[in-house]
T-cell receptor, first 115, second 113 residues
Framework: AAGVIQSPRHLIKEKRETATLKCYPI?????VYWYQQGPGQDPQFLIS???????DKGSIPDRFSAQQFSDYHSELNMSSLELGDSALYFC??????????????FGEGSRLTVL | AQSVAQPEDQVNVAEGNPLTVKCTYS??????LFWYVQYPNRGLQFLLK??????LVKGSYGFEAEFNKSQTSFHLKKPSALVSDSALYFC???????????FGTGTRLQVFP
């Protein structure tokens, strides 16, 4: 079965640079979520989109922005990168988002290293 | 605010023995509860969920979890552990009408041959 696809899997950037992560949800999933997992930490919710509109917002820094496109894929844009942004970034998808009770399906993650 | 607690950083079990990974939750209203497993450098894999109904929920790979409302617990269990079950396990809770899935701090399960 198709899973959530994230790219790139690994990314190395310098401080103050920008980075863009992409996420392709499972077909027919209309909700996309972004999570950040620091080393040895639990995943922290950043933001979610349902039907291309922002649905919920968590602890996403103002330097970050995200959107969901007409084909339901999503991109997380990170600017003015800081050392503390080094983490594993997960995308997840589901059907009906908060309107349903379904589980989230996670991608393999994008590992961002900021030097 | 909703939260989950996983009181054990690590659980060690001998292969073939039963295992329990503990989780307690705190929410206002009815909780949606989940267990996920994470292997090194991999994404989180869904194991099982409790929404409503039977308190004993069966999931993937022979895992099950028992929802206990009076103790606000949702412990993960397996009758007979395998070495391949060794991984990081996260309990998570979501309130209705939110997207935010709140994870516990994770419990590392180590199954010894």
């Amino acid at each position: 079965a198709a899973g959530v696809i994230q790219s790139p899997r690994h990314l190395i950037k310098e401080k103050r640079e920008t980075a863009t992560l992409k996420c392709y949800p499972i077909p027919r999933h209309d909700t996309v979520y972004w999570y950040q997992q620091g080393p040895g930490q639990d995943p922290q919710f950043l933001i979610s989109f349902y039907e291309k509109m922002q649905s919920d917002k968590g602890s996403i820094p103002d330097r970050f922005s995200a959107q969901q496109f007409s084909d339901y894929h999503s991109e997380l844009n990170m600017s003015s990168l800081e050392l503390g942004d080094s983490a594993l970034y997960f995308c997840a998808s589901s059907r009906w988002g908060k309107r349903g009770s379904g589980e989230l399906f996670f991608g393999e993650g994008s590992r961002l290293t900021v030097l | 605010a909703q939260s989950v607690a996983q009181p054990e950083d690590q659980v060690n079990v001998a292969e073939g023995n039963p295992l329990t990974v503990k989780c307690t939750y705190s929410v206002s209203g009815n909780p949606y509860l989940f267990w996920y497993v994470q292997y090194p450098n991999r994404g989180l894999q869904f194991l099982l969920k409790y929404i409503t109904g039977d308190n004993l929920v069966k999931g993937s790979y022979g895992f099950e979890a028992e929802f206990n409302k009076s103790q606000t617990s949702f412990h993960l269990k397996k009758p007979s552990a395998l070495v391949s079950d060794s991984a990081l396990y996260f309990c998570a809770v979501r309130e209705t009408n939110t997207d935010k899935l709140i994870f516990g701090t994770g419990t590392r399960l180590q199954v010894f041959p």
